[in-house]
């Protein structure tokens, strides 16, 4: 039988980019979600773009039963855990469920993988773990800092239980991989970001408000240290980023990894202010978006972006998109959600 590649979370925003990367590279696909956060309509986008579906199985991790069962089900080489939730401030509000859904989930699917052979691993992980650094660019060996939520919490703590579990086994390998701000969507229209109610984050908020879903888009500070005062992130395309999966999966078959436990950051390089990325999105779009400046979001961290180039060195990988790109695709999948009311 072939062998597949288990997706976690696969009908999610980079779930779903990560499985049209992995199929049009030739690889089976699994996907397993409990559709808390998606729809199953996603696979039908996956579909569209690849010509070919991927299996989908619909439970929660969190079911170490199920888990198992589907370990036993399906013969696979390696799996891609993203299954997580993802709303920093709804994790303040619901720390437990936070840690249960997270944490259990994660433990699930390491027992599965022991318990069947499996070795390889590629996490989600976030720059969420180095908090605000002292020193820009950050690299790998920034130190990581206190999380601020539960969400960044449950990172930092997953990434442990990963390290720990690959030096106590002599079979499990992983690569988890920091992720700076993923924004856009496929270049077909087909698969994007779809957030639930408002959205947290700042691009699907452009967008929202420049389809007419949002009145205005609050700029959450403009009084920061900064050359304009607002703050700065790595924003990098998904397809990019769903790119360094598929190369960490074969570093992981092909035995190329370095160490059992690999840590590698993903970003542009370039760090981009608030009012930077709402330019890009007008310059490429044409539409003046409303905004105003309210005060800043509890939590959020005034400046970081990635040094990436030990993913540039050691996986080959950089990101290839613009931040035009990204926001022209962003728009395009606006515009198609909105059309279609996915
Ligand atoms: N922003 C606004 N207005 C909005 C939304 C965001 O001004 O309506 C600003 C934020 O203040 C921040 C920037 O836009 O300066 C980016 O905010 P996002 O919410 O898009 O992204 P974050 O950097 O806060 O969070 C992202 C992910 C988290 C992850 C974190 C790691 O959403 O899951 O990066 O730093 F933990």
Redesign the pocket.
């Known amino acids: 039988m072939k062998k597949q590649i288990l997706i976690t979370g696969g009908t999610g925003y980079i779930g779903s980019h990560t499985a049209v990367e992995l199929i049009n590279e030739g690889f089976d696909v699994v996907i397993v979600d409990n559709l808390y956060n998606s729809n199953a309509g996603v696979v039908d986008g996956i579909e569209k773009i690849t010509g070919i579906r991927p299996l989908l199985e619909v439970f929660d991790l969190c079911d170490s039963v199920r888990t198992n069962d589907l370990f036993s089900k399906f013969n696979i080489s390696a799996v891609i855990h993203f299954a997580a939730y993802?709303a920093?401030g709804e994790s303040v509000r619901m720390p437990l469920e936070y840690y249960r859904n997270n944490l259990v989930s994660l433990i699930n699917i390491l027992d599965s993988m022991k318990a069947h052979g499996v070795e390889n691993l590629v996490f989600s992980s976030?720059?969420?773990v180095y908090g605000q650094p002292e020193k820009l660019p950050v690299t790998e060996q920034s130190p990581i800092q206190p999380a601020v939520s539960p969400?960044?919490n449950t990172k930092q703590i997953g990434e442990e239980i990963i390290r720990d579990t690959t030096s106590s086994s002599n079979t499990i390998n992983a690569i988890a991989l920091r992720y700076f701000?993923p924004i856009g969507a496929h270049p077909s229209g087909s698969i994007g970001e779809l957030p639930t109610g408002v959205p947290?984050?700042?691009?699907p908020?452009i967008t929202q408000t420049a389809i007419g879903l949002r009145e205005e888009?609050?700029?959450?500070?403009n009084d920061y240290n900064t050359p304009d005062g607002?703050?700065i992130?790595d924003y990098l395309h998904v397809s990019d980023l769903a790119k360094a999966h598929v190369v960490a999966v074969k570093r992981l078959s092909d035995k190329k990894n370095k160490k059992a436990y690999e840590v590698f950051n993903l970003g542009t390089g370039k760090g981009v202010s608030?009012f930077e990325a709402l330019k890009s999105f007008e310059k490429v779009t044409g539409i003046k978006v409303k905004y105003t400046i309210t005060g800043r979001?509890e939590g959020?961290?005034e400046q970081?972006w990635a040094d990436p180039s030990l993913a540039n060195k050691e996986l080959n990988w950089k990101t290839g998109y613009s931040l035009d790109d990204c926001m022209k695709t962003a728009w395009e999948w606006q515009k198609q959600v909105t059309k279609s009311n996915l």
């Open positions: 993802k920093v976030s720059c969420t969400y960044g701000n947290e984050n700042l691009v908020y888009l609050k700029v959450f500070g607002s703050c992130r608030v979001r959020d961290i970081i």
